[in-house]
C-alpha cells in the first residue's frame, strides 16, 4: 500500500508560482509512476503531468499541452517526495489538485486518471486574476 499527502495549495495572484509537494509512503516508491490531476468544479479531472521511471535515476516526463512550458514535476526518492512546480499561473488553473501514483513503471495512458491505483486527498488551489 502507498499513501499519498498533498500539500502546498494555497491562493496566488495571476503570473505567481506555487510549488506542490506530494509525501509518499512506500519501500519501491522510486520505480513507481507518479501523475498530478486537478479537478475545477463541476468538471472532470484532467490530466496535469506525469513522470514514469525508465532505468536508474531516468525518468520521462509528459505533460498536458495547457500547462507545458509552465508547469514541471520532480521527484526525490530519498524523500519519497514528488513535486509540482507551477509558474505563470492563470485563474483557469484554479482547481484542487490531486498526486497519484502506480507501481508501474509504465502505463498505456498516463493522462487516464483510472491508470493510477493510489491517490492522495488533493489540495486546493486558487488563482486571482
Known amino acids: 500500500q502507498v499513501q499519498l499527502v498533498e500539500s502546498g495549495g494555497g491562493l496566488v495572484q495571476a503570473g505567481g508560482s506555487l510549488r506542490l509537494s506530494c509525501a509518499a509512503s512506500?519501500?519501491?516508491?522510486?520505480?513507481?509512476?507518479v501523475g498530478w490531476f486537478r479537478q475545477a468544479p463541476g468538471e472532470e479531472r484532467e490530466f496535469v503531468g506525469a513522470?514514469?521511471?525508465?532505468?536508474?535515476?531516468?525518468?520521462?516526463?509528459y505533460y498536458a499541452d495547457s500547462v507545458k512550458g509552465r508547469f514541471t514535476i520532480s521527484r526525490d526518492n530519498a524523500k519519497k517526495m514528488v513535486y509540482l512546480q507551477m509558474n505563470s499561473l492563470k485563474p483557469e488553473d484554479t482547481a484542487v489538485y490531486y498526486c497519484?501514483?502506480?507501481?508501474?513503471?509504465?502505463?498505456?495512458?498516463?493522462?487516464?486518471?483510472?491508470?493510477?491505483?493510489?491517490w492522495g486527498q488533493g489540495t486546493q488551489v486558487t488563482v486571482s486574476s
Open positions: 497519484a501514483a502506480d507501481p508501474r513503471s509504465r502505463i498505456s495512458d498516463y493522462t487516464r486518471p483510472t491508470q493510477y491505483d493510489y
Open positions: 513522470l514514469r521511471w525508465s532505468s536508474g535515476s531516468t525518468y520521462y516526463a
Open positions: 512506500g519501500r519501491t516508491f522510486s520505480t513507481y509512476s
